[in-house]
């Protein structure tokens, strides 16, 4: 199975937010953690602030008092945003045709309708169906998870990869469970 964890950054948390950058990292949510990510399962693009989206001022200040690091990760893209969102099309689309599932922190009030909200501005089609959106924290929530992760860089494609090894490692927890309740319930039945 391969699905994608998405992450973007962005100039506002509206819908409408101008997007600094995008990631998508290929993972297998069934799959053992993988902590060394192969450079052809990233995809990363820094885009223009030529975009007619919405900046909001408490969010460019907020990004002000980041790091150096983060700030030269997210500003000084040239990529436009269609060709950005093109070439994130193409990315995920590479390995899946018909049941592109993709992942996000937040999945459905910030990274992905924000970049729906912008393949539609663009006039280009979203390339997942809205039945195949994941939430991390769903995850998280079910396996008991409620770490609040202090070291989250705000770089999109470090934030996605490190999503991903959360994802791997609670899935992993919760078919372990699962497995032992049906060991637990099978040896129940064999004694009546």
């Known amino acids: ?8 950054e962005t100039l506002s948390k509206r819908v409408d937010a101008t997007i600094l950058s995008i990631a998508a990292v290929r993972f297998d949510p069934r799959g053992g953690v993988r902590v060394d990510i192969p450079d052809e399962d ?4 820094k885009i223009n602030l030529n975009q007619d989206r919405h900046i909001d001022p408490d969010t460019l200040t907020w990004w002000l008092g980041q790091s150096e690091a983060a700030r030269d990760e997210v500003f000084g893209g040239i990529s436009t945003l269609r060709v950005s969102l093109s070439n994130l099309s ?3 689309l590479d390995y899946n045709r018909g049941d592109l599932k993709v992942w996000a922190q937040g999945a459905n009030s910030f990274d992905i309708p924000i970049l729906e909200h912008a393949y539609t501005q663009v006039g280009f089609s979203v390339p997942w169906k809205y039945y195949n959106v994941r939430d991390t924290r769903t995850v998280y929530d079910l396996a008991g998870d409620n770490r609040r992760l202090a070291d ?13 090894c959360r994802v791997q490692e609670n899935v992993q927890k919760l078919l372990s ?4 309740e049906q060991e637990t319930l099978d040896e129940w039945l064999a004694t009546h």
């Open 1 to 8: 199975m391969t699905d994608y964890m998405i992450d973007v």
């Open 42 to 45: 990233i995809f990363t693009t």
């Open 90 to 92: 193409k990315f995920l």
């Open 152 to 164: 989250v860089s705000h770089v999109a494609w470090k934030d996605a990869a490190q999503q991903c």
């Open 177 to 180: 469970a699962s497995q032992r």
